[in-house]
T-cell receptor, first 115, second 110 residues
Framework: KAGVTQTPRYLIKTRGQQVTLSCSPI?????VSWYQQTPGQGLQFLFE???????NKGNFPGRFSGRQFSNSRSEMNVSTLELGDSALYLC??????????????FGQGTRLTVV | GENVEQHPSTLSVQEGDSAVIKCTYS??????FPWYKQELGKRPQLIID?????GEKKDQRIAVTLNKTAKHFSLHITETQPEDSAVYFC?????????FGTGTRLQVFP
């Protein structure tokens, strides 16, 4: 079974630009969550999608948005990039139909650098 | 919303010693508590988890304990080995949201 795939692996953008990151979950997983990882801050929750619906979101500004498609693939978009958005963005998929929590499988992440 | 605090931020032990990492959570509705290990340059991977109806779970050299009343849960690694060196994250799950602690960098010296 293929794991969680994130593209691209690395990205360099300039301030003010926007960026779209992609995540393909494990086949059969309908829940996809996104996290921002920075040194010292750990993994900060951005949002969670299930069957194309955003079920929960973290405390990030509206510049951070996402969506999920009918095949469970998800995209995350950041508009008007700031230097502080430089981070590793991880997505995780899980088989969580009963909403009781279960193992989250992470992708390799997209390393975003804003210059 | 849920907040997870994790201590210590760094932990150094001698090979063969035990290591303990502690976490507290704020929302009593959280019902699932996993622990992830992240080696340098790699993705986080689940090493053990516990649900709110269980007080303790063990898997070979690692164990997790949960005190729901105090909202504490801890990871215990016995007989540490150099390959246990990594960053460990605790997390608490509630309402489709998995909230992570800030991580503990564990170094095991031979």
């Amino acid at each position: 079974k293929a794991g969680v795939t994130q593209t691209p692996r690395y990205l360099i953008k300039t301030r003010g630009q926007q960026v779209t990151l992609s995540c393909s979950p494990i086949s059969g997983h309908r829940s996809v969550s996104w996290y921002q990882q920075t040194p010292g801050q750990g993994l900060q929750f951005l949002f969670e999608y299930f069957s194309e619906t955003q079920r929960n979101k973290g405390n990030f500004p509206g510049r951070f948005s996402g969506r999920q498609f009918s095949n469970s693939r998800s995209e995350m978009n950041v508009s008007t990039l700031e230097l502080g958005d430089s981070a590793l963005y991880l997505c995780a998929s899980s088989f969580n139909p009963d909403r009781v929590g279960g193992e989250a499988f992470f992708g390799q992440g997209t390393r975003l650098t804003v210059v | 919303g849920e907040n997870v605090e994790q201590h210590p931020s760094t932990l150094s032990v001698q090979e063969g010693d035990s290591a303990v990492i502690k976490c507290t959570y704020s929302d009593s509705a959280s019902n699932y508590f996993p622990w992830y290990k992240q080696e340098l340059g790699k993705r986080p991977q689940l090493i053990i988890d516990i649900r709110s109806n269980v007080g303790e779970k063990k898997d070979q050299r690692i164990a997790v304990t949960l005190n729901k009343t105090a909202k504490h849960f801890s990871l215990h690694i016995t007989e540490t080995q150099p390959e246990d060196s990594a960053v460990y994250f605790c997390a608490a799950y509630n309402t489709d949201k998995l909230i992570f602690g800030t991580g503990t960098r564990l170094q095991v010296f031979p």
